[in-house]
């Protein structure tokens, strides 16, 4: 327990990154295994992880994220986006995985898949687009944390514009967009802030018993 929170301490938004240190394979599957089991609300799962390769793009991301040099310098550059909207079909696809994997009944399996349309496709897409990227920052709080116990380093970033983003790599078209940006790598020697002390409200401030 003492290293869970010796690796929250450990880590911190890391502004310089040294980008002559790349991610392992190891370490770029461990990233992608830990995203991939980020829990959502009804497990439908309704986000996308880009990782963008190509330098030349990176720097088109940096000037439309106010100039944050992560975007470039990290070693890689993970975009986290989320579905606009869910349609049946999105849904059915989600019961083929739950039944293909569990080996569900067709009776149960046509049963979930009632459930999840009753309470899903009634939602508008003005209240589906939010719901969505709420399921966003939970891959980020994991994400962070997995790399944190790697000992490897990751910038939570909302500072971009994500329309601009979003037309520059054409996410509109896939029925996406982006919702933050997570540079992951290795913080420089240089990076001061890796030396300040954390700033968190107390535990008076924060928590309560009712
Ligand atoms: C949703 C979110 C968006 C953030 N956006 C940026 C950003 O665009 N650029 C940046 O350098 N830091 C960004 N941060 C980092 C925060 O400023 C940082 O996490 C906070 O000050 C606490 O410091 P610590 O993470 O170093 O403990 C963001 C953090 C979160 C959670």
Request: hydrophobic content about 40%; glycine content about 4%; some cysteine.
């Amino acid at each position: 327990m003492k290293q869970i929170i010796e690796d929250l301490n450990w880590r911190y938004a890391t502004k310089q990154f040294d980008a002559s240190k790349k991610l392992t394979n190891e370490q770029l599957e461990t990233i992608k295994e830990s995203l991939r089991l980020t829990p959502s609300a009804y497990g439908i799962q309704p986000l996308k992880f880009i990782f963008v390769s190509s330098p030349a793009l990176r720097e088109e991301i940096k000037e439309i994220a106010f100039n944050q040099g992560q975007v470039v310098d990290a070693s890689h550059l993970l975009i986290i986006c989320s579905y606009k909207s869910i349609d049946e079909s999105y849904l059915d696809a989600h019961v083929d995985l739950v039944t293909g994997i569990r080996n569900t009944p067709a009776d149960r399996a046509a049963g979930f898949g009632e459930f999840l349309k009753k309470n899903i496709l009634k939602m508008p897409d003005s209240d589906i687009e939010p719901w969505n990227v709420h399921q966003a920052y939970i891959a980020l709080g994991q994400v962070l944390h997995t790399c944190a116990s790697m000992r490897v380093d990751a910038t939570p970033m909302e500072g971009f514009n994500a329309k601009k983003l979003d037309e520059l790599i054409g996410l509109a078209d896939q029925n996406l967009k982006s919702v933050l940006l997570c540079p992951i790598g290795f913080r420089s020697n240089e990076d001061n802030y890796q030396h300040l002390a954390k700033v968190r409200k107390t535990n008076d401030q924060l928590f309560e018993t009712i």
